[in-house]
């Protein structure tokens, strides 16, 4: 009912920059929170960055003043701004969007993951 797709990965160099999206489509009423994710191998997903319907972001410690997450809800789209990238913020990472279905529940819904790669 629900597809995410998500884009903007890649290789960079330590103290590059990287701006991920993930797009919603199907049969959307609503998008409610969405928030950007993270695992790197041998460790546990762990949340980046959130931001709700009203525009409130939340981040991590580690990303704080880093990152920026932002949304465009005529386009059911989130981004991830990642600036001053550095090794240990290679990870895969993945969306999630809280999605009111149409004439359906509420879900949570993944991406695919995006690998992001920081060389030192």
């Known amino acids: 009912q629900v597809q995410l797709v998500e884009s903007g990965g890649g290789l960079v160099q330590a103290g590059g920059s990287l701006r991920l999206s993930c797009v919603a489509s199907?049969?959307?009423?609503?998008?409610?929170?969405m928030g950007w994710y993270r695992q790197a191998p041998g460790k546990e997903r762990e949340v980046v960055a959130s931001?709700?319907?009203?525009?409130?972001?939340r981040y991590a410690d580690s990303v704080k003043g880093r990152f920026t997450i932002s949304r465009d809800s005529a386009k059911n789209t989130v981004y991830l701004q990642m600036n001053s990238l550095k090794p240990e913020d290679t990870a895969v990472y993945y969306c999630?969007?809280?999605?009111?279905?149409?004439?359906?529940?509420?879900?949570?819904?993944w991406g695919q993951g995006t690998q992001v790669t920081v060389s030192s």
């Open positions: 999630n969007l809280v999605i009111d279905i149409r004439w359906g529940p509420r879900v949570s819904s």
């Open positions: 199907g049969s959307i009423n609503r998008i409610n929170a």
């Open positions: 931001i709700g319907s009203d525009s409130n972001t």
